[in-house]
């Protein structure tokens, strides 16, 4: 397209639709407090907007619901898989290709190969399930965000990068021996969804190599992060985007992969690896609990639409129109007064409950209370990421409004735009919550709560 339109439209038109869930103030009110104050125990079909998360609540293309249909099912040796692998390969340049049902999948089973106690994993920051299927091995999960990743009210164009010094120093002082990996998360999911820039992954890469430690990429969102790399990092802005994101695989000696995020599939993930001696243990881990090694616990059709999604995911109108919609709500919200992690994420915007309900204490679950508030005032659902979902040492009282990819159209975001509005006017008046009932941990997903008292 010309350059000459300032409008970003949707660059795609929609061929099949699925209601939204109209209820009212009343119907929501009793179905929060039957769900113990916790949207994960929502009804889907009572939620009008749901930005609860990106994964798996991505829209298919026609071409993808096509490749259902020429999905192999055979048990061994599908057609499918051998699609699937060459797709990746082209994408990663890495080796070995493992299928996996999805991402925590391939945490489980690359941490339980390499990690256990007196070991520690170091990343620009772990994600929630990452850290989990880390400590579960009885090993350490360290996060190395670069300085003022944390400060959210600052933006900066790579808050997702990883502070270099402290890594060097972090290995010097454990010694490499202790450190099965580095993990890169790209982009940084729990710090608002910032991209790592590519100088800052050469860098990794370079002490990785030093000290002879491998480096996993988290690839979740890659082409997200390879696109925010051509619009912000010097000298990428007439480069391929598929160039850049394979740039950024070559950094790398693996990879795991939610495909639930730029695969733009409903399930699905890989293992991704060069390391011959890993591959062959995760692959008698994967056939125990997966499946075997040409399926992954996917059906061959998932493979097919994985392959497809992957190509798909790096055209450069799809991720204008996505990061653009992202930075639009963004817009709106810092219109509205509301404080978000600036800049906008790649797949989300970030609420900063902290400064938005500053009344309400952390052991009161501000950022829980917002999310609350929001599915009572309108019917939209979010995600807390802070001291219910980290406990007591959370850094953060975020709450994330995650954008399914070519789900939601301009007018649901301007909707959401007038409904903070509207929360800005009545923040003072919301009430903070207490914990009735939790588990040790991920204790976010099952946990129940209680309005405090007026
Ligand atoms: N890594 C990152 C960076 C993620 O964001 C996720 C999932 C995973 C790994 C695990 O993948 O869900 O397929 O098992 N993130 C979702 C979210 C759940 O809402 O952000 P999974």
Redesign the pocket.
Known sequence: MERRWKTIIEPFKIKAVEPLGFTTREERENILREAGYNVFAIPADKVLIDLL???GTSAMSAEQWACLMRGDESYAGARSFYRFEKAVRDLTGYRHVLPVH???AA?RILMGVTGGPDKVFLSNSH?D??RANVESTGAQALDLPVAGALDFAVPAPFKGDMDVRALEANIRELGAGRVPMIIM?LTN?SLGGQPASMKNLREVSEVARHYKIPLIL?V?RFAENAFFIKLREAGYASRPVAEIAREMFSYGDGCMM?A??DALVNIG?FLALNHDDWVRRAREVLILGEGFPTYGGLAGRDLEAMARGLEEVLDEQYLTYRLRSIEYLGEGLRKAGVPIVEPPGGHAVYVDARRFLPHIPREQFPAQALVCELYLTAGVRSVEIGSLMFGPEARMELVRL?IPRRVYTQSHVDFLIEVFADLTRRAGGVRGLRLLESTPSLRHFTARLTPQPA
């Open positions: 998360t990106d994964s999805q991402g925590r945490e994600f399930t990452t998360t999911n988290d979740a939610s639930k995020k993930g995650a």
